[in-house]
């Protein structure tokens, strides 16, 4: 009888499950594909299905103030608009994702950089809720469920409707797609996105239905693009307290290596590990690339490797004797001053460790020199800076005390533990700001002692891809980085309070802008020809170096005589308002001749800077990790010129 029941109940569970399987289709079938109502030129698309639960969801964590004031941000334009947005709409905007976005809704926008201007299409629960929204905004016109009906909403907004489905725009001139939106509601269109190949091919390749969907495509080279793409699509999933984001794209570079890294690298990680990172520092005919920029051939560490350290006996430049595999990682302390200054320890493979040693210690014991000259007077010393060697937990281990000759400065007293050390461990070389950070990143990598390896399966198991084969992955701790950055601050605020100011980088900032948009020319008025100006010196970076020769008589800038009263000054500030153009031309006499000269120039620098505030900005950075326990990347294998990558996000629960 027993039996009898469990499988009555068995076959009844599984005939619910099939009817809500079958339900959720039907559900799915009947709902329209928003991005059919986006215009084909549209070059951002976004589209979420549940914010109003998930809303409640983040709430719940006491992440969602956090959250929201980090992706608002606090720009006058955004505040200007979102202002502007709720007294038309008479709600603020938890308010508007319960009750218009709540359900399903997209956004889409010309380019990435235009979103916040993006038009929005809504599908609410029922035409009953249409019809209640246009009523709270003020619409006397009834829709009518079968055709579309379009309504002016206060003076900023307009939309336009069609049974359950709602498409809001600004109301001004400018195109931003809400007619071409509206053309496609009515079916008087078919270039719709859903129907472009890059953005059908990206979605075809996300392994399941998600809760919502972000495309974005950039031009060639652009510097804003996300891991090297051109055209990227981001999948999210939600599940309790876990975000999971699935990232397929075409990549700009296909040259990107596709080779897979050794699970030695990072599957086992230092129990105070805060921040790390384990990729490819180049392929395999010697070149770096990575997806992450400032490990590029043409960027940071490969610039600096190149230029700063000696090429070995045989001629071989450092950067190339090293790799290609690497891991980067910070790693909290025990010392508890202020402000809290995490290690940072750097492992990369080498097929000649010992060679890779040799050519690396001349720099750094150059640097400690250095160091050791920007001493202040009172407090240099005459000591020779030398490397230390002795054995630790089995290696020779090499050290400089940079630390204890960055604090001969007072203002770096809170420098003073760092030693540099490094070492090697078979195939391994490793630098580090102190010794336990560097054995236990060496022990991580090479299976050394067990206590300072910890698994790291709670971040890298809930990744679906790993057996594809893992190309880079990273991790942070939220909590541990948000104390690290709120320590900082306090310490600026303390002893420079000028630099926690807003206004202090918009000054900074405004003040190289202007120095890098120069035209670069030393002139002077002429003595011999009235309205003209004479070339005496010519900048190293001037866009006129090529074009110009001290001597020159410049008698006409933009398309215009000079002034006769200040013509060296004329050149100037025709330069300072050339606009967007970059084209500056000048009417030049050389040798008797008169010639025309096209200079190439960058537009006019946009000194707007109200909304660059990069204090306000680590502020919400450090109040959002604070509501995250870690966060955490993988990129895998994939064919040539795709990007397959996976990030996830584990959410700190509320009290």
Request: proline share 5%; charged share 25%.
């Amino acid at each position: 009888m027993m039996q009898l029941v469990r499988m009555t109940t068995l076959r009844i569970s599984a005939l619910t499950l099939v009817m809500s399987l079958a339900y959720q289709m039907q559900v799915l079938a009947e709902s329209p594909d928003l991005a059919r109502l986006a215009p084909n030129d549209a070059e951002f698309y976004a589209e979420f299905r549940g914010l109003s639960e998930l809303r409640k969801r983040f709430e719940s964590m006491g992440v969602w103030q956090a959250l929201r004031g980090y992706a608002e941000g606090d720009t006058a334009e955004s505040d200007r608009w979102q202002r502007q947005t709720e007294a038309s709409l008479g709600m603020t905007s938890d308010e508007l994702i319960d009750t218009l976005l709540g359900n399903r809704a997209a956004i889409f926008a010309k380019t990435p950089a235009d979103w916040q201007d993006g038009v929005v299409i809504a599908e609410l629960k029922t035409p009953a809720d249409v019809s209640r929204l246009l009523k709270r905004w003020g619409v006397e016109t009834k829709p009518t469920p079968d055709t579309v009906s379009e309504h002016e909403i206060g003076k900023s907004l307009t939309c336009a409707t069609l049974s359950n489905l709602m498409i809001l725009g600004r109301a001004d001139s400018e195109d931003r797609g809400y007619k071409r939106a509206v053309a496609l509601l009515r079916e008087q269109s078919r270039a719709h996105l859903s129907g472009r190949t890059d953005f059908a091919a990206l979605r075809s390749h996300l392994p399941e239905a998600p809760a919502g969907v972000v495309y974005a495509k950039w031009p060639a080279s652009h510097p804003y693009s996300i891991l090297g793409c051109q055209t990227l699509m981001a999948g999210f999933y939600f599940d309790q307290t876990i975000t999971r984001c699935r990232l397929v794209g075409h990549l700009q570079d296909e040259d990107l290596t596709h080779q897979i890294l050794p699970e030695k690298f990072w599957a086992h990680r230092p129990s105070n590990e805060v921040a790390f990172l384990a990729a490819h520092m180049r392929n395999p005919d010697g070149m770096l690339a990575t997806s992450t920029p400032a490990i590029s051939s043409n960027g940071l560490l490969g610039g600096l490797l190149n230029s700063l350290v000696p090429s070995s006996a045989d001629g071989t430049p450092f950067a190339q004797s090293i790799g290609p595999q690497f891991c980067l990682s910070s790693l909290t302390r025990d010392d508890t001053r202020e402000p809290i200054m995490p290690d940072t320890a750097l492992v990369f493979s080498s097929a000649a460790p010992q060679q890779a040693i040799q050519q690396l210690e001349p720099v750094l014991l150059l640097l400690g020199n250095l160091i050791r000259m920007m001493a202040p007077a009172e407090a240099s010393t005459t000591d020779a800076v030398v490397i230390e060697r002795k054995e630790i937990g089995g290696r020779r281990v090499a050290m400089l005390p940079w630390g204890r000759l960055l604090a001969l400065r007072k203002e770096f007293a809170f420098l003073s533990p760092i030693v540099l050390a490094w070492s090697t461990d078979r195939d391994v070389v490793g630098l580090a700001t102190s010794t336990r950070a560097l054995t236990d990143c060496l022990d991580s990598v090479t299976g050394g002692r067990e206590r300072s390896r910890v698994k790291t399966g709670d971040v890298w198991n809930r990744f679906d891809g790993r057996d594809n084969g893992v190309i880079e992955c990273a991790y942070l701790r939220g909590a541990a980085w948000s104390k690290i950055l709120a320590s900082w601050l306090a310490y600026t605020e303390q002893h420079y309070p000028q630099l926690a100011n807003d206004g202090w980088w918009q000054v900074w900032a405004a003040d190289r802008m202007m120095r890098e948009a120069q035209l670069g020319l030393g002139l002077v008025n002429s003595r011999t020809q009235q309205a003209a100006a004479e070339v005496r010196e010519i900048a190293v970076n001037s866009p006129a170096r090529s074009k110009l020769r001290t001597g020159d008589t410049i008698i006409g800038a933009a398309g215009r005589a000079l002034d006769s009263a200040s013509p060296a000054r004329s050149v100037a500030q025709r330069y300072h308002d050339r606009g967007a153009s970059t084209n500056f031309p000048l009417i030049v006499l050389r040798d008797g001749k008169r010639l025309r000269i096209d200079l190439r120039v960058p537009p006019s620098p946009d000194l707007r800077l109200a909304n660059f505030k990069p204090i306000t900005s680590i502020r919400k950075i450090g109040e959002l990790l604070g509501g995250i326990k870690t966060i955490a990347y993988m990129r895998y294998r994939a064919q040539p010129g795709w990007l397959d990558a996976e990030v996830m996000v584990d959410w700190a629960e509320g009290d």
